[in-house]
């Protein structure tokens, strides 16, 4: 997706009319252009009259007219690929699609039969980010979006299939969801097929040599894997490739030169040391070397980076430890909200001590503050032991959720230091009780995981 | 002998020696022990010419005449075509020469709408659509272009009959013809992958033509407009069918 600055300046007569602001598409009027893909223009709209629901919305045009039936048929073909998973796999990083039509244009006879789909409007795209440097941005947040869009997409057995920054689309909020699943695939076994096309510049060595079979061309959901690779060191590299080249075909030649083992993989050294070694495993060159690492055990690496005291400093380290809300594969009971605070309050532990306290849990991340459904992403972990690092031995199988409620007796001020998502970071931690369930009945909610200080005693 | 080379990767070329060895031999006293060098580069390759004395030609076979001149001592002169024969001479008349395949040039794709391509999503199995082989898949795919049924794919000296004098470079032979698809199956659509091919197998061969047929057709690397690149259709047969359209 790129401005449309040469479709809107000019009427060169392609066959591309662009829709001026004002314009009625179906329910929605045109308010001015997005972008333009392959064979779709992008417009923001908003609802025709009052029309109750969503406000700003994206329009995507797919023109057929004129087309041979070959052709048009590529693009019910793509519409069909999108609308198929727009129905299918709705995640808050995924861009939603709200509805499709077919347009009756009687006025513009080149619009006429035109696939519509209503998009969830974004604010901008990661290609635009990056090309303006990204220096203020939470880059690691942005990688961990893209991860957990795409561990969406696999568990969900698709592959998007052409994973670019102009495709990773960001909300007011810099909230990170995908678009364009014109050549998404659904995984039959362990292959999806798509037509032969794609963007060279996120093409993986296999792809290069790839045959072109009946149904298309043959795609795994590694090959997503190598396109975040290649996202992740433009995100950090300030837009650069690992690859050097100074056009897709040169930088195509490079990733051929690696995948077969006659190139080493050379890095930008912008790229941080825990952000290298991701991303090296994500462009591991071949697909075996690189079916180990799936969306969903990166997003355990980086949130284990992003939780571990000390991020970014001390790399190897953060690597091994394992975040509170990465872990939402693990077994074990879960603590129900209602339970926690229907619980009577706690006895006191000993003769004389304080009366019972609670301390509410707080969730940096915007997205899970606003959601009720306990969806196992949102989740937040508890440690065993607060002078410990605060890694996958040390944390209870029991997790909690924003809002939850939770009993503490005492607390200490010298654990170990937590940084949460906003950066703020604290010694501190709460001892809380834990209700029923498998040992042990207490466990421990860093400082930074709540907004009230109540008074508490130290804890022996 | 067929040497396939990957990006990055280089072949040297003459006469040969156990201390100036080649990975493609050219057996005439006339050619030094080195001659010359080709390497892959992003897309194409390039040619050094080792020779003090001699220029290298590089003709292009489909461009009615097109060539290029590689003068001695020249290191890495690009080489534009997707055919190449590089010619070198001898102190005979006859010339020794072999041939360079770049099949993985791109083209854009018609329906792109112009601007950048850079970021863009393009087709990965791109056709020159200038080349022989272009056209005589064209002509493979002629009759369900024309009917949109499912007739039979046209036989080779079909092909030839139908491609009869309209080539700019002269007479296409069967056994050219026959390589154009080979060329569109191995190194172009890439069918089946390179290793499970077996050539010579008559009915291989066939299954081979209604392949490259029905990806060609499906994926539109050729489509209704490519017609037009065929001659025009003679006898009241095909005529008809063309009114019937």
């Not at chain 2, 990957?6 to 156990?18: M, V």
């Amino acid at each position: 997706m790129r401005p449309p600055h040469a479709l809107w300046d000019s009427a060169d007569g392609d066959g591309t009319e662009l829709l001026p602001p004002g314009s009625r598409v179906g329910d929605w009027v045109v308010t001015g252009p997005i972008g333009a893909g392959g064979w779709s223009t992008v417009y923001a709209a908003r609802p025709a009259g009052s029309r109750p629901g969503r406000a700003r919305v994206a329009l995507k045009v797919m023109p057929t007219a004129g087309l041979a039936p070959l052709q048009a048929r590529r693009i019910v073909e793509s519409a069909r690929r999108e609308v198929e998973l727009g129905r299918g796999a709705g995640h808050p990083r995924l861009i939603g699609l709200l509805e499709s039509f077919v347009l009756t244009s009687p006025d513009r006879p080149s619009l006429e039969g035109a696939i519509v789909l209503v998009m969830e409007r974004a604010a901008g795209s990661l290609r635009e980010l990056v090309d303006a440097g990204a220096h203020e941005v939470d880059r690691g947040r942005l990688v961990a979006g893209i991860c957990e869009g795409l561990a969406h997409l696999h568990r969900s057995g698709w592959v998007h299939a052409d994973l670019k920054p102009e495709n990773v689309l960001l909300g007011e909020d810099r909230s990170v969801k995908l678009s364009d699943f014109g050549l998404a695939t659904e995984l039959t076994g362990t292959h999806g097929h798509v037509p032969p096309l794609g963007t060279l510049d996120y093409f993986p060595p296999e792809r290069w040599r790839a045959p072109l079979g009946e149904l298309g061309v043959r795609v795994r959901p590694t090959a997503d894997i190598w396109a975040l690779g290649i996202i992740i060191h433009e995100v950090f590299a300030y837009g650069g490739s690992p690859f050097p080249g100074a056009t897709p075909m040169a930088r195509g030649a490079a990733v051929q030169e690696y995948g077969q083992g006659r190139a080493p993989l050379r890095m930008d050294q912008a790229v941080p040391p825990f952000w290298r070694a991701l991303t090296a495993d994500c462009l591991a060159p071949t697909h075996e070397a690189r079916a180990p690492h799936t969306a969903e055990s990166l997003l355990v690496r980086i949130a284990a980076h992003r939780e571990a005291p000390g991020a970014g400093r001390r790399g190897a380290r953060a690597r091994a430890a394992v975040l509170a809300t990465a872990l939402y594969g693990i077994a074990g009971a879960t603590l129900s909200s209602d339970a926690v605070r229907a619980g009577p309050p706690a006895p006191p532990d000993r003769a004389g001590a304080a009366p019972p306290r609670t301390v509410q849990v707080y969730n940096a991340e915007r997205d899970c503050r606003g959601r009720a459904d306990r969806a196992p992403r949102c989740s937040l972990g508890l440690a065993i032991d607060p002078v410990r690092p605060y890694t996958a031995e040390n944390v209870v199988p029991t997790r909690v959720w924003h809002g939850d409620v939770l009993g503490t007796d005492c607390q200490v001020r010298d654990g170990e230091t937590i940084i949460d998502e906003e950066d703020r970071r604290s010694t501190r931690w709460f001892r809380v009780r834990l209700p029923s369930g498998p040992e042990p009945r207490t466990a421990w909610l860093p400082a930074v995981r709540a907004k009230e200080r109540p008074a508490l005693p130290e804890c022996p | 002998m067929t040497l396939r080379l990957g990006p990055g990767e280089a072949a040297r070329f003459g006469r040969g020696s156990t201390t100036a060895p080649v990975e493609l031999r050219l057996d005439d006293p006339a050619i030094s022990r080195l001659a010359g060098e080709i390497r892959v580069v992003d897309d194409h390759w390039q040619l050094t010419n080792h020779s003090t004395t001699h220029s290298y030609l590089v003709e292009n076979p489909e461009g009615a005449g097109e060539y290029l001149r590689v003068p001695p001592r020249r290191v890495g002169a690009p080489i534009p075509f997707e055919f190449s024969r590089v010619v070198l001479p001898t102190r005979g008349d006859v010339t020794v020469s072999f041939q360079v395949f770049a099949p993985d040039h791109l083209y854009l794709d018609p329906d792109a709408m112009g601007g950048p391509w850079g970021n863009s999503t393009v087709t990965a199995y791109s056709l020159n659509e200038t080349a022989t082989y272009f056209l005589v898949l064209v002509a493979l795919c002629e009759p369900r272009l024309r009917d949109q049924s499912r007739v039979a794919v046209p036989t080779t000296p079909r092909i030839v009959e139908r491609l009869g004098g309209h080539l700019a470079g002269g007479v296409l032979t069967a056994r050219a013809v026959s390589s154009h698809i080979d060329y569109l199956a191995e190194e172009k659509l890439r069918i089946g992958g390179p290793d499970t091919h077996e050539p010579g197998q008559g009915d291989r061969r066939n299954g081979k033509r209604e392949e490259i047929v029905g990806l060609a057709l499906r994926f539109g690397l050729v489509r209704e407009e490519h017609l037009a690149l065929l001659p025009p259709l003679t006898g009241a047969g095909g005529r008809e069918r063309q009114a019937a359209r």
